[in-house]
Every structure is written in structure tokens, then in C-alpha cells.
């Protein structure tokens, strides 16, 4: 039976804020059990708070502007799919998956021949560009070697934009659309289960995320600081791990998960399918158990599925945004079947308006001013479905806390077959199975 989808909250950004007190309290420990204590120790003169503003940052906008600004970079190719959709690559530049490593005398062949230079390599990955061939040309010369997998272009993905914390109350009607609240009785999360969130990092020194940071990775600059610089993987992250009931900001929807922030996106919002790919490689040889990606290009990338499969393959549970922009052109890695892919809905159940549509939607979430953590320790509420995505991600950690036993398959199903049917009866374009239900699913996860 379908459940009734009565939400009618209002979201009002950056105006009045009020103290909730909660009834849930908890130490700052691993979750071991389905009970929750009341009557936190309250709120002390000394200890109150200034309540935070909240910045109303058009996500959408900064979306279409970046993909203003590829539309007319000089050094990169437009693909038009159907005269609306469009996807990227960097000019003269291929990604070639080789079936092993090469040694140093052939790779040095190979820049003679094509009068070239190397990129970057990742394992038996690498990125070569060429002073004389053009793309297609090039793609040509490494696929008529008997040791290559695959030669693309280097594709271009765009970011996809009741506890006692002091925006809860008025900001969060997300959490209690699908059921937070109650699903902390059964699982809070666990400091074992690892959610990796590959985007443009991490504000490392935010008060709402301290203590929940384990080590990622710069792919950008390559070291060990995954520091953010845009606030688009800032605000992903607090979605699911800003602290709660700690008289601060914003409710996380884990408690205890910690976050591997992994920088594959610059400044701009954008990063490269090699360095996203090889981001997900990264995540999963490091222990990640849940990987975040709200980001999307609607070219297929024979790289991005590579690592993709790279993880599914070792169990890994990954999570994607469909993409903002209205249509039903498949986005990558969403539309890819090991990856749950997630639309967006807005306060009152409603598909929102620029959440893409299509037969590879798995399910929905709130996508419509969301508040979240942002760089240099603010706050913001965003709308897409970047935004959308970190609650399925959540969601998973928590089966996973609940039940390590599931294999990534079988968190998947549990999610889709409990999630709350919205629009036409059954599974359909615009919604996927329905809305995730928190309860539900873990529930249904220690059965």
C-alpha cells in the first residue's frame, strides 16, 4: 500500500532560527545497539550557542555556470547528445587502459611515435597528448595495439549541486520526510563503516565535521590534504556526517561513519573521468565501504566503468546524482547498473524540477534547499541532486552499520524495496522505486 505523502514544511533560508532541544542523546562511541537514552544534559548559559547563518546558494546556477564556461573553454570539445544535453573532453588528450603496466622503453616509443608527452599514469592507466595527432587519430594509433583495453578522450564531470543542533528544527525538513528520526533506534551508524565522498573535498577544519574525518586524498594536487575550496563536497559531507546533538549547526544523518574525503574536482566544480575513476579505485583499495559521487557527465566513459566495476567487484556500495538538468539523457556513473542512482524531490513528495528522469533512476530523496555545512565553517542550503544522493549514501552506511553481512547487492535491494512509492503505481522515470525510508530499510535489514 502506497504510504500517503502529507509534507507540507516550508523551508525558510536565512531568516529566524529557534534552539530545538532533543530527547536523543548518545556518547561519542561506536553504536552497538538499537536503544537511545532521553534527557541530554542541557544547554548551559556558557554553553549556548550563537545560531549560524545560513547562506542561500543558488547550486543550480553555479552548475550552469560552469557548464557555460566549458561551452566556450578553448581547450575543450563539446559533445551535443540531443541538442540540449551536452558532455566535455579535454582537447589532445586520451585516457588508455592497458592490460598491464608498460616499462619505461615502451612508453618512450610511444611519445616518439605520436610526438607526445605523458599526463599522468595510474596504474596500468595512463593519459597521453599529442603535438601532431588529433583525438580521434590517436585513439586510432592505441587501439590497434593487441594490449590495450580501451582508448576515450579524458571526459569532464560536473558537480551535481530530532537532535538538538541549532538549525534542525528549522531547516531540516529532510530528515524527517524520510524518517531519521526514528531510524536512529535501530542504527546510528558505526565508526567502521567507511563513507568515501569523491567531489571537490572537504572543509577539514569544520566544527560540525570534526572528529569525523578519516584520511583521504588529493587527487588534484596530489597529496595528502583534501582540503575543499568550492564547498559543493562541504556541504555533500555534512549531509551525512555533520555531528549531532551537539548543540551545533546541523544533524548529519550518520552519527558515528567516518568520512574519507577524496579531492577529484578543483575550484570550478569540474575533474577529469581519469581522476574520478581513479578516485573510486583509491576509496576502495583504502577501505572505503560506501562511495558518494554527486557529480555526472552524460558521456560514457569506458574508464569510469573500469573502476566502477573495479569497485563493485570488492563490495564496495556506491551512491550517484542523476543530474540537474531536466532531461532524460542517461548520466554517467548514475546510469551505470552497479550504481544506485538518485533523483531528487522536493518538500511536498513533488519530483523537483530539474531532476533528471529516466528507466536508471533507482530512487528519490530530498533534493530542495538543503542545509548543510559549507567552506570556512558556514552553512548553506543547496538544491540538486548532488544533494539528494549523500542520503542514499547515509542510508547504506547505516544498513552496513546495522548488518555488516549484507554484500553490497543486498544493501542495494533492501534500499529499492523499501522505499515509499511515489507517482504511478510501481517503479517508474521519474522516481525509481519511491522515496527512501530509513526505517524501513533497517528494519528490513536485520532480517
Known sequence: MRKKMGFAITLVVAVGLAIFISFLSVDNQREDGPKITSNPAPITNNQTRQRPHVMNVDALKSYQKVQNHLNNHPKVTVIDHNGKDKSHYHDGQVVVNFKKKLPKTEIDRMLKEINGKLLQQNDSSYIFSSYKLAIPELIKYFDSMENVEFTEPNYILIKNAQPNDLLYNDYQWNLRMIETENGWGFSRGADNVVIAVIDTGVDLDHPDLAGRITNGYNLVKENQTPDDDNGHGTHVAGIIASKTNNHEGIAGITWFNPIMPIKAMGPDGYGSSFDIARGIIWATDNGADVINMSLGNYQKSKMLKHAVDYAYQRDVIMVAASGNDNSSQPSYPAAFPQVLSVAAVDDNGDRAEFSNYGNYIDVSAPGVDIPSTYIDHQYAALSGTSMAAPHVTALAALIRSRNPSLSNKEVIKIIKQTSID???????????????DIVSA??????
Not at 533497517?442 to 532480517?447: C, G, I, P, T, V
Open 442 to 447: 533497517l528494519e528490513r535489514a536485520n532480517k
Open 422 to 436: 511515489l507517482g504511478k503505481a510501481g517503479k517508474d522515470n521519474l522516481f525509481g522505486e519511491g522515496l527512501i
